[in-house]
C-alpha cells in the first residue's frame, strides 16, 4: 500500500511552475537593472559630471559671508576658471583678498597684507578692463590703493573714471569726493555742480551735493539743494531727516488739488 506523499514529495503544480518561472524572471530583471544603474553611475563619474558655475558661486558667496576667506577665494578662484570672462567673479575676487589683507594686518603681518592688497587691485583692475562702466569695481580699487596708501593713484583712477567711462553724475560725484577728501574744495564743488547741471532729475546728485555744501557750511545752498532731491524723490535717504535738522519744512512733492 502507498504512504501518503509529504507536501515536499509532492508533484509542483502547473500554478506554481509559472509562478516560479515569473520570480526568476523578475530577479533576473531586478539584478539587471542594478547592473546597469551601477554601469551608468560609473560611466557618469568617469566623465566627471562637476558642480555648476552657478553652484560654486552660490559656495563661494556663502564662505565669504560665513567669514571664511581663504575657503572663499579657492571657490571663487574655481568659477573664474570655469569661466574667465565673468566681470563679477574678477569683482568679487577683488573683495576676497581685500578681507585677507585686513586679516593680514590683524595677525601683525604686514608684508602679507601689502601683497593681498596688490592681488585685489590687480583684479579690481582686470574688472574695470573686462567692464569700464563697473563703477563699484572702481570705486573698490581706489579704496584698496589708499589702503597702500598711494593716494595720487587713488585720484588717478577717479578721473580715469570721469574721463573714460563717460560723463555721468555718477562719475562726477566719485570725482567730487576724491578732490574733497585731498583738501580740493573748489574741485570738488565744481564736480558736484557738473553732477547736477548733466542729471537735474537725479535725486542722489541733489542729496551728495547737498550733503557736501552742509560739510562746508553753505547754508542756503545745501537746503536748496536738498529741497529739490526731497521733491524728485521723497525717499531719498537722509534728505527729509537733514532737512528737520535745518529747521525746515518738508516740500509738497504734488501739487495741491483744487477745492
Known amino acids: 500500500m502507498e504512504g501518503i506523499r509529504t507536501d515536499s514529495e509532492s ?13 526568476r524572471d523578475f530577479a533576473g530583471k531586478i539584478v539587471f537593472g542594478m547592473g546597469f544603474l551601477l554601469m551608468t553611475a560609473g560611466f557618469v563619474g568617469t566623465i566627471g559630471c562637476g558642480p555648476s558655475f552657478r553652484y560654486v558661486r552660490y559656495e563661494a558667496v556663502r564662505a565669504l559671508n ?25 569683482y568679487d575676487l577683488g573683495n576676497v583678498h581685500l578681507y585677507l589683507a ?3 594686518a590683524e595677525t601683525g603681518n604686514g608684508p602679507a597684507a601689502m601683497r ?3 592681488r585685489s587691485i590687480n583684479y579690481y583692475s582686470r574688472a574695470v578692463e573686462a567692464h569700464p562702466g563697473f563703477v563699484d569695481a572702481l570705486r573698490a580699487k581706489n579704496h584698496a590703493l589708499e589702503l597702500k596708501g598711494q593716494y595720487d593713484d587713488a585720484l588717478d583712477t577717479a578721473v580715469w573714471a570721469t574721463a573714460f567711462v563717460g560723463p ?32 537735474r532729475d537725479n535725486a542722489r546728485a541733489h ?5 557736501f ?10 537746503i536748496r539743494h536738498l529741497r529739490i532731491a526731497y521733491k524728485l524723490n521723497p525717499f531719498e535717504p537722509g534728505v527729509a531727516d537733514l532737512l528737520t535738522d535745518l ?7 504734488t501739487e495741491p488739488r483744487e477745492p
Open 207 to 211: 542729496a551728495e551735493f547737498a550733503r
Open 66 to 90: 560665513e567669514g571664511d576667506h581663504v575657503i572663499a577665494r579657492e571657490r571663487f578662484e574655481q568659477a573664474y576658471r570655469m569661466k574667465p570672462g565673468d566681470t563679477q567673479t574678477l
Open 213 to 222: 555744501l552742509h560739510r562746508h557750511n553753505r547754508r542756503e545752498m545745501t
Open 247 to 253: 529747521h525746515q519744512p518738508l516740500p509738497r512733492t
Open 102 to 104: 585686513r586679516d593680514r
Open 116 to 118: 593681498e592688497l596688490d
Open 168 to 199: 555721468r553724475a555718477t562719475e562726477q560725484m566719485f570725482l567730487a569726493r576724491e578732490l574733497e577728501e585731498r583738501g580740493d574744495y573748489d574741485g570738488a564743488l565744481l564736480r558736484f555742480r557738473q553732477a547736477v547741471a548733466m542729471e
Open 11 to 23: 508533484s509542483p503544480t502547473p500554478e506554481l511552475i509559472e509562478f516560479g518561472r515569473t520570480a
